[in-house]
């Protein structure tokens, strides 16, 4: 049974950065890609970041570039979205989801495009 269990949210400053990890068991293979996406009150889920099975490679939201980076340590099964200089419009439930994705080029996925999701962890932003 597969499972994502997201861990590392809470409330923080404006300014502030907090990291979130999202510890992965039961994928039936190395070749998964992760992604983070987010929910804001009242919105749409979307798109965050992703990262390759391999680590090699990342592609994040332009709305999150140069502030938040992501990683994995497949040695501990875990990824990790790095989140700096917060605002408080990204307040929201952040979800760690996994696609097989065999290539080392990752791109925007879509929601559709995730197999597996974790139930989330919510960042709360204060201004």
């Known amino acids: 049974q597969v499972q994502l269990v997201e861990s590392g949210g809470g409330l923080v400053q404006a300014g502030g950065s907090l990291r979130l990890s999202c510890a992965a068991s039961?994928?039936?293979?190395?070749?998964?890609?992760m992604g983070w996406f987010r929910q804001a009150p009242g919105q749409e889920r979307k798109f965050v970041g992703v990262i390759s099975w391999s680590g090699g490679s990342s592609y994040l939201a332009d709305s999150v570039k140069g502030r938040f980076t992501i990683s994995r340590d497949n040695a501990k099964n875990t990824v990790y979205l790095q989140m700096n200089s917060l605002k408080p419009e990204e307040t929201a439930v952040y979800f760690c989801?996994?696609?097989?994705?065999?290539?080392?080029?990752?791109?925007?996925?879509?929601?559709?495009?995730?197999?597996?999701w974790g139930k989330g962890t919510l960042v709360t932003v204060s201004s």
């Open positions: 989801a996994a696609k097989r994705h065999l290539s080392y080029i990752v791109y925007e996925f879509r929601e559709n495009d995730m197999g597996y």
């Open positions: 039961g994928l039936p293979s190395r070749n998964y890609a």
